[in-house]
């Protein structure tokens, strides 16, 4: 009987662990190795380059990441994916993001994007090549063409002001296409246009006149990497894997700036005519936008009525997804 029982006992527990190891997997372990999908509105801007350089150095895929670059040819369609949850990320700017966060917050900041130096400005005002103007004060004499409500305006104002002048006192016109306002102001029917780069090289060979930029001001000229806040709050480990892959291909272009002209061309980040002549600028390393900065951008759009109140920094701005 002793045996009997010994023997059922070892048999009884050989079953138990044959049940145990025949178990799937927690899926936690089985969805540990799947990557996170992620959907990024890109516009055909210069800024968009880190975004490409990542996909095709195979850096988000190394983060455990798969990500779709979903073209845009305007903001406002870039803000339209994002508002209706067809993208979670964006190019934009701390202006944009005060629109969307109006009645609640939406989309949050977690990268600067690109950003003016002292070497390499982002915006510049300039003049028509026949219109005579050498000074600031020469652009009152005429429209300055900006788009309403966005950096562009902001960027006016602010670079005006900080050469000692009331931004109010110079007459502006609202041409939001970047590609309308280089047209017009080539052709002479445009006195003066705030332009980003590189739609501002374009205009200098063909003439116009550099009168003011933010390489003297960069506090003013730098563009941001936005996403959805539900995205961030349901994907932390994402944001921080994303970041990582940015970090990657900015350090790759910054290495070796002319080693991406296929990118360019492909992407239409730049025009044809300047790929090969146009040298790509430093892309800032990981950072954001600081308080000072948040705080001139909220006092602007207050006193253009574009937002009330005053939100704060922590709700718009987060740094730690930060590598």
């Not at 040819?73 to 700017?93: K, T």
């Not at 003016?116 to 003049?127: E, N, S, T």
């Not at 006193?303 to 701005?317: Q, T, V």
């Amino acid at each position: 009987m002793q045996k009997r029982t010994l023997v059922l006992t070892i048999m009884l527990a050989l079953s138990l662990i044959l049940s145990a190891c025949s178990q799937p997997a927690t899926p936690q372990t089985s969805n540990s190795s799947q990557p996170t999908s992620l959907r990024f509105a890109a516009l055909r801007i210069l800024d968009s380059l880190p975004l490409f350089v990542a996909a095709e150095q195979g850096y988000f895929e190394q983060n455990g990441l798969d990500v779709k670059l979903i073209p845009v040819g305007s903001a406002p369609e870039r803000d339209q994916l994002i508002a209706s949850g067809q993208a979670d990320g964006m190019i934009n700017e701390v202006m944009s993001t005060l629109f969307a966060n109006r009645d609640a917050i939406t989309v949050q900041i977690v990268r600067t994007a690109r950003a003016a130096d002292k070497d390499h400005p982002v915006f510049r005002i300039l003049a028509g090549k026949d219109t005579g103007v050498s000074t600031v004060s020469d652009l009152s004499q005429g429209e300055i063409g900006i788009s309403e409500g966005t950096i562009i305006e902001y960027v006016t104002d602010r670079l005006l002001e900080a050469d000692g002048y009331d931004s109010a006192g110079f007459p502006k016109v609202n041409i939001p296409a970047i590609p309308d306002r280089l047209a017009l102001l080539n052709s002479g029917e445009l006195f003066a246009a705030t332009l980003p780069e590189p739609a501002s090289t374009i205009a200098e060979q063909n003439g116009a006149v550099n009168v003011i930029d933010d390489s003297a001001h960069p506090e003013y000229g730098y563009s941001t990497i936005a996403f959805r806040n539900e995205f961030i709050d349901a994907n932390p480990d994402a944001m921080k894997a994303f970041l990582r892959a940015i970090e990657s291909a900015v350090e790759d272009i910054n290495n070796d700036p002319a080693q991406w002209d296929s990118i360019l061309i492909d992407r239409e980040l730049v025009p044809p005519t300047l790929v090969g002549n146009y040298p790509v600028p430093p892309f800032i390393t990981a950072t954001i936008p600081t308080e000072a900065q948040f705080r001139d951008a909220v006092a602007w759009a207050k006193s253009k009525g574009y937002i009330s109140g005053d939100p704060a920094y922590e709700e718009m701005i987060r740094s730690e997804f930060l590598p």
